[in-house]
């Protein structure tokens, strides 16, 4: 499976972008994880084959993820950004016990 990520970008605090992966395959779970300078890869949020949601603490009310099964795509929709939000954006996705990357994104939020 291959994971191609686009919509990063530069934008001002309290912006908006909103982040696509589609996947080459049909996929079970998929998510997005960042990783800003100098720190480790975190899970940002997720959506399982099931439908169920998750959030990492610190963009809960201001990211929604969401995917469409038919065109095996993933986005994130990302408001307020702020400026630790800046960080290269990874897609993830499983399919069975493997997991898969996309290239990564880069979002910088600056003033």
């Known amino acids: 499976v291959q994971l191609q990520a686009s919509g990063g970008g530069l934008v001002r605090p309290g912006g908006s972008l909103t982040l696509s992966c589609t996947a080459s395959g049909s996929t079970s779970a998929m998510g997005w994880y960042r990783q800003a300078p100098g720190e480790q890869r975190e899970l940002v949020a997720a959506?399982?084959?099931?439908?169920?949601?998750y959030y990492a603490d610190s963009v809960k009310g201001r990211f929604t993820i969401s995917r469409d099964i038919a065109k095996n795509t993933v986005y994130l929709e990302m408001n307020s950004l702020k400026l630790e939000d800046t960080a290269v954006y990874y897609c993830?996705?499983?399919?069975?016990?493997?997991?898969?990357w996309g290239q990564g994104t880069l979002v910088t939020v600056s003033s």
């Open positions: 993830n996705a499983a399919v069975g016990t493997a997991s898969y």
């Open positions: 959506v399982t084959g099931g439908g169920s949601l």
